[in-house]
């Protein structure tokens, strides 16, 4: 356990991690807690090089581990960093399925991530009005006509639309930049509509 204390990792009780060696200094954001960290403890590949193939890094504040292999672009992180931010204040029916398709994306499941993407736009529609049991053509235009959307954001909602069908019908899988470019625009949905309008709305916030 005096290992453990020394690498900053006090949080695990009697229980931790046995062993830890002193390994090649890695800074990353935990796919765990979501914190920028550096680590140099945790577990090396190879009985003789440190900074081999990959490397298994034990978070400094969470003390769940990450395996990095790879540098730069080439780098490869498991678990992934959840895709944006954690958005406090989402609906039931909404914030488990956003933090769903968070953790997707960061698994690199980028179809997988379009689909649920299409699900949040239509719990949100649903949410905020819309009849239930509707296609999704049908949520798209209920949330650009009734201004949950800016106007100007049609031909962006056109194209999540194509992406969405295409997903769900073609049997190529989607790329990280489809994947992205639906889930900015999910989270600009969720926050114009739930996280800054409750900020604004917020008897401490019009107080002050």
Same mark, same amino acid.
């Given at each position: ?21 002193? #390994? ?14 550096? /680590? ?22 969470? /003390?769940?581990?990450?395996? #990095? ?25 909404? =914030?488990?399925?956003?933090? !769903?398709?968070?953790?997707?994306? =960061? ?9 649920? /993407? ?14 239930? =049991? ?57 926050? #114009? ?13 019009? !107080?002050?």
């Amino acid at each position: 356990m005096a290992k453990l204390i020394d690498a900053g990792i006090s949080n695990l009780g009697d229980w931790g991690w046995h062993n830890l060696e002193i #390994i090649t200094p890695m800074d990353y954001v935990c796919g765990y807690c979501g914190n920028q960290v550096g /680590s140099n403890r945790g577990y090396y590949i190879g009985p003789y090089v440190k900074n081999a193939a990959g490397n298994i890094y034990i978070c400094p504040r969470c /003390s769940r581990p990450t395996y #990095i292999e790879g540098m730069g672009q080439k780098m490869i992180v498991i678990p992934g960093t959840p895709y944006g931010e954690a958005i406090e204040g989402l609906p039931e029916t909404v =914030g488990s399925i956003y933090n !769903e398709a968070r953790n997707t994306f =960061g698994t690199g499941a980028y179809t997988a991530t379009i689909l649920v /993407s299409r699900k949040i736009l239509a719990n949100v529609a649903v949410y905020l009005g819309a009849k239930d =049991g509707q296609n999704f053509t049908y949520y798209v235009d209920y949330l650009v006509d009734n201004g949950y959307v800016p106007a100007k954001s049609r031909e962006w909602i056109d194209a999540i639309r194509v992406e969405g069908n295409s997903a769900t019908h073609d049997v190529t899988s989607k790329n990280e930049e489809d994947a992205r470019r639906i889930m900015s625009f999910v989270q600009m949905l969720l926050l #114009i509509n739930f996280k800054f309008n409750s900020d604004y709305q917020s008897p401490a916030k019009n !107080e002050s």
